[in-house]
């Protein structure tokens, strides 16, 4: 890392990982230096503690001091509380209420510490890192991840929300009387079908009715459903497993209900794709852009976007965690 005056932290927290990385504020890749821990549940502290620890070890490691750093971008799971500085209601943090900004601002005192929910953050990311110039006024990310989260920048403002959360397209309604519970409390979430827990779960069920083949998936896990995840699911649909097939085409259809009503919402130019599923995109991405080009009427009455998988998979929260410093700091009209 070429030694600078200035840098800039970013830190992405999601259900499984937290990622923390630093920069100059020119954001030139070869200056963007990305670390990785798991996400702890313990206690309400467990999220702040590992992230002070992963920014401390960033600084350690690059031999930069606190006085050198001129802002944090943190990036979570949402809902996030932006005037607060916490997390509240999330589904797959662990507890009701995570205190973000109070422990990190006590531990870097005079450092300028931004909290934004990581959908948000993302959609910022693409439009620094990825959008093309015709794309970047009217944007949509979706992350498909453990949970779903989503980002808009609409006319060329990033929408933010009274709290921080204007795209929770997660937990839109996708089937009201269903009897599927979201770990947010509520029924039939479109990430109920789709996200990598509702993927999981959707197929635990299953497996106790179902008359489908399921060789390949069980052979997988060595007879065990605890082991099955989502990754597993992909992985045998692949294959010629019939019952993990039916579960992925379950999980394309309320898709396509998602993506038509954030188009119909948002009425964006282009949708990005990005979190952990999307290492299986080829058996997601293809429905959609087929359904969208074929038959878009079905699912939307807006003229349908153009469909995209962002090429920073994993890294696209940290990194738009990045971005929402600089623009910070340098007045950027996106965010204003
Ligand atoms: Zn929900």
Not at 11 to 28: E, F, K, N, P, Q
Not at 82 to 97: I, Q
Not at 162 to 170: C, M, P, Q, R, S
Request: with cysteine; proline share 4%.
């Amino acid at each position: 890392m070429i030694k600078v005056e200035k840098y800039i932290v970013g830190v992405d927290i999601g259900g499984t990982w937290i990622r923390a990385a630093i920069s100059s504020m020119d954001l030139r890749e070869e200056n963007i230096k990305i670390k990785t821990t798991r996400t702890l549940k313990e206690h309400e502290y467990s999220i702040s503690n590992s992230v002070i620890l992963l920014i401390s070890e960033l600084l350690a490691e690059y031999d930069i001091s606190n006085e050198e750093v001129i802002g944090i971008g943190l990036a979570s799971a949402g809902p996030v509380d932006m005037e607060k500085g916490e997390v509240f209601n999330n589904a797959n943090l662990g507890f009701r209420v995570i205190p973000l900004v109070e422990p990190l601002q006590d531990r870097f005192p005079e450092i300028p510490i931004y909290l934004i929910n990581d959908g948000i953050a993302s959609v910022l990311g693409i439009h620094y890192f990825e959008a093309e110039e015709y794309e970047k006024d009217n944007l949509v990310y979706i992350t498909m991840s453990t949970g779903f989260g989503g980002g808009v920048i609409c006319n060329g403002h990033l929408l933010l929300g009274k709290e921080g959360n204007a795209a929770e397209i997660g937990h839109a309604i996708v089937e009201p009387h269903s009897d599927h519970q979201c770990n947010c409390g509520a029924y039939g979430c479109w990430e109920v079908f789709s996200s990598g827990t509702g993927i999981k779960n959707r197929a635990l069920e299953a497996l106790e009715t179902s008359t489908l083949n399921s060789k390949i998936l069980m052979f997988m896990v060595d007879n065990d459903p605890s082991r099955i995840t989502a990754k597993e699911i992909f992985q045998a649909a692949k294959g010629a497993d019939k019952f993990s097939k039916s579960i992925i085409e379950m999980s394309l259809y309320y898709n396509k209900i998602g993506v038509g009503l954030v188009n119909n919402f948002y009425d964006c130019r282009s949708i990005y794709f990005g979190g952990a599923l999307m290492k299986d995109h080829g058996l997601i991405i293809p429905s959609l852009v087929e359904q969208f080009e074929k038959d878009p009427l079905q699912f939307t009455v807006n003229h349908p976007p153009n469909i995209k998988v962002t090429r920073y998979l994993d890294d696209i929260g940290v990194r738009g965690a990045l971005v929402l410093v600089k623009y910070k700091l340098e007045g950027n009209p996106v965010i204003e």
